[in-house]
C-alpha cells in the first residue's frame, strides 16, 4: 500500500471563472472557490501530507487542475503535454516545483497528449483512459517511460466520461470505487468493485489518501459506502471547480 508524503496545488486564479467547462452549472464564484480550496489543503494536510502550495497564475484559467499537469511515482516523475491547447504551458512552473523533489523528469512530447486525470494508479498497475484529452501516442509514450520504471500500464478507451478519473478511483486493497461505464468494464475484472449511485457519479471522483478518502460535499450514499467498508470519510465542498468539471482528484498532485 503506497503512503503518500507531499501534495502539489495551485491556487486558482481570478480568471478561472473562464475555464474550460461542460458541466453547465453556471459561472463559479472566485471568492468561494478561495476558501474551498483553502479548505481542500487542510483536508490534506489532515491526511498527514506536507503541501506546497504553488502561486495561481492568471495567463491559465485552468491551472487549479494540476493533477493534469503530471503523473508521479515513487521511481517516476512524468511531465504531460495537455490535449487542451489553452492549457499547455501549465506544466511549466509545475515541472520547476517538482525538480525539487525528484532527481529527473520525463516529459510526454508532440504529437502525443495526455492529461494526469486519464491516468489511475492501482499499485504497480497504471490505466490509461484514451480520451478527448489524452491520445494514443501520449499514452504509448507513458507506457515506454513506465515499463523502464517496472510499472505496466493498460489503456482504457474512454466512450461518456472526460477523464478515466472522472469515475473511477482506487481505494487501495484492490477495491475500485466506479460509475457509468466502469463498474462492468473487462479491463477492471480484477479488482473489487465497488459501484458509486448513478444519481451520485460525481463522487465517483474521491481520494483516497493514507487510509482517508475523501469525498465531494452532498453525497451521503456514497459516504455511506465508504464508511462501511472502513474508512474515514472526509467532506470537502469543491462546488465551484465541479462548474468547470474539475473533482477532488484534478486539484492536487500527490506523492
Same mark, same amino acid.
Given at each position: 500500500?503506497?503512503?503518500?508524503?507531499?501534495?502539489?496545488?495551485?491556487?486558482?486564479?481570478?480568471?478561472?471563472? +473562464?475555464?474550460?467547462?461542460?458541466?453547465?452549472?453556471?459561472? &463559479?464564484?472566485?471568492?468561494?472557490?478561495?476558501?474551498? +480550496?483553502?479548505?481542500?489543503?487542510? $483536508?490534506?494536510?489532515?491526511?498527514?501530507?506536507?503541501?506546497?502550495?504553488?502561486?495561481?497564475? @492568471?495567463?491559465?484559467?485552468?491551472?487549479?487542475?494540476?493533477?493534469?499537469?503530471?503523473?508521479?511515482?515513487?521511481?517516476?516523475?512524468?511531465?504531460?503535454?495537455?490535449? $487542451?491547447?489553452?492549457?499547455?504551458?501549465?506544466?511549466?512552473?509545475?515541472?520547476?516545483?517538482?525538480?525539487?523533489?525528484?532527481?529527473?523528469?520525463? #516529459?510526454?512530447?508532440? &504529437?502525443?497528449?495526455?492529461?494526469?486525470?486519464?491516468?489511475?494508479?492501482?499499485?504497480? =498497475?497504471? /490505466?490509461?483512459?484514451?480520451?478527448?484529452?489524452?491520445?494514443?501516442?501520449?499514452?504509448? =509514450?507513458?507506457?515506454?517511460?513506465?515499463?523502464?520504471?517496472?510499472?505496466?500500464?493498460?489503456? !482504457? &478507451?474512454?466512450? +461518456?466520461?472526460?477523464?478515466?478519473?472522472?469515475?473511477?478511483?482506487?481505494?487501495?486493497?484492490?477495491?475500485?470505487?466506479?460509475?457509468?461505464?466502469?463498474?462492468? +468494464?473487462?479491463?477492471?475484472?480484477? /479488482? @473489487?468493485?465497488?459501484?458509486?449511485? =448513478?444519481?451520485?457519479?460525481?463522487?465517483?471522483?474521491?481520494?483516497?489518501?493514507?487510509?482517508?478518502?475523501? !469525498?465531494?460535499?452532498?453525497?451521503?450514499?456514497?459516504?455511506?459506502?465508504?464508511?462501511?467498508?472502513? #474508512?474515514?470519510?472526509? &467532506?470537502?465542498?469543491?462546488?465551484? /471547480?465541479?462548474? %468547470?468539471?474539475?473533482? %477532488?482528484?484534478? %486539484?492536487?498532485?500527490?506523492?
Amino acid at each position: 500500500m503506497a503512503m503518500f508524503k507531499n501534495a502539489l496545488v495551485r491556487l486558482p486564479c481570478r480568471n478561472m471563472v +473562464h475555464g474550460l467547462s461542460t458541466a453547465g452549472l453556471g459561472r &463559479p464564484d472566485y471568492k468561494k472557490a478561495l476558501d474551498q +480550496h483553502d479548505a481542500y489543503v487542510a $483536508a490534506l494536510q489532515g491526511c498527514g501530507l506536507a503541501v506546497t502550495v504553488m502561486a495561481a497564475d @492568471e495567463t491559465y484559467p485552468d491551472s487549479v487542475f494540476i493533477e493534469d499537469t503530471a503523473v508521479l511515482s515513487e521511481k517516476a516523475a512524468i511531465i504531460t503535454r495537455s490535449g $487542451a491547447s489553452s492549457r499547455r504551458g501549465e506544466e511549466v512552473a509545475v515541472a520547476e516545483a517538482l525538480s525539487r523533489f525528484y532527481d529527473h523528469l520525463e #516529459y510526454i512530447t508532440a &504529437p502525443g497528449t495526455l492529461d494526469g486525470g486519464d491516468v489511475l494508479r492501482a499499485g504497480n =498497475q497504471f /490505466f490509461t483512459g484514451i480520451s478527448a484529452r489524452t491520445n494514443g501516442s501520449g499514452a504509448g =509514450q507513458l507506457a515506454v517511460i513506465l515499463a523502464k520504471n517496472d510499472y505496466s500500464a493498460t489503456l !482504457v &478507451p474512454l466512450r +461518456h466520461v472526460l477523464h478515466l478519473k472522472t469515475g473511477i478511483a482506487y481505494l487501495e486493497n484492490n477495491r475500485l470505487l466506479a460509475c457509468g461505464e466502469f463498474p462492468d +468494464h473487462p479491463l477492471l475484472s480484477g /479488482f @473489487e468493485i465497488i459501484p458509486v449511485p =448513478q444519481a451520485e457519479a460525481y463522487a465517483a471522483n474521491s481520494v483516497w489518501i493514507n487510509g482517508r478518502v475523501l !469525498v465531494p460535499v452532498g453525497f451521503p450514499l456514497t459516504k455511506k459506502i465508504i464508511e462501511r467498508l472502513g #474508512y474515514e470519510a472526509v &467532506p470537502v465542498d469543491v462546488s465551484e /471547480f465541479r462548474k %468547470l468539471d474539475g473533482g %477532488l482528484s484534478c %486539484l492536487s498532485l500527490r506523492f
